[in-house]
């Protein structure tokens, strides 16, 4: 069956500081990934996605930025934190076309100090 | 793109009563909408989904209708627990991307 993995669970970061957040996704191949961001009781923000290694699509301009150096890899990173990429940041996987919906990884809780 | 309003975005019931949440979309290609439930603090998580060829679709307690010639879905649960208390998004695709609703707030009141 297929899984997926985001890891830190929690993060606290102070401003200015990098960031790399991981998510890598098991039992099937070629997904297409997304990472989403959730500020707090807000709706769901699409931040990248990718249909393939190395293919990235941004739909947000931002000091974000995200990459899929493996087939089932994305990772999102930020050379310099703003207080504003606090949020929870989630990543998700789909294969349309064999039916699923999106799958939502646990979620990054990140804190900017 | 795409665009998805999602109405109301709070909604308190009492136990056992029924809960609707409305969706619009303006793309007339996007053919599939999923509907996430999203409890607090955890990942939005699939409840129920449809495609552009179905016009109902039932599970248990939650059903889903789409009228795609008004360009809405609605996702209907009846006989609310308080488990069914969560965020709620919808969704709309035609293809590798979602476009998601802005969330309905759900309470059910024991």
């Known amino acids: 069956s297929q899984t997926i993995h985001q890891w830190p669970a929690t993060l606290v970061q102070p401003v200015g500081s990098p960031l790399s957040l991981e998510c890598t996704v098991e039992g099937t191949s070629n997904p297409n990934l997304y990472w989403y961001r959730q500020a707090a009781g807000r709706g769901l923000q699409l931040l990248f996605y990718?249909?393939?290694?190395?293919?990235i699509s941004s739909e947000v301009p931002q000091n974000l930025s995200a990459s899929r150096p493996q087939d089932r890899q994305f990772i999102l990173s930020s050379k310099k934190l703003l207080l504003s990429d606090s949020g929870f940041y989630l990543c998700?996987?789909?294969?349309?076309?064999?039916?699923?919906?999106?799958?939502f990884g646990s979620g990054t809780r990140l804190t900017v100090v | 793109g795409e665009n998805v309003e999602q109405h109301p975005s709070t909604l308190s019931v009492q136990e056992g009563d029924s809960a609707v949440i409305k969706c619009t979309y303006s793309d007339s290609a996007s053919n599939y909408f999923p509907w996430y439930k999203q409890e607090l603090g955890k990942r939005p998580q699939l409840i129920i989904d449809i495609r552009s060829n179905v016009g109902e679709k039932k599970d248990q307690r939650i059903a889903v209708t789409l009228n795609k010639t008004a360009k809405h879905f609605s996702l209907h649960i009846t006989e609310t627990q308080p488990e069914d208390s969560a965020v709620y998004f919808c969704a709309a695709s035609k293809g590798n991307q979602f476009y998601f609703g802005t969330g309905t707030s759900l309470t059910v009141i024991p």
């Open positions: 990718s249909v393939g290694i190395g293919q």
């Open positions: 998700a996987w789909s294969v349309l076309f064999r039916g699923y919906g999106y799958t």
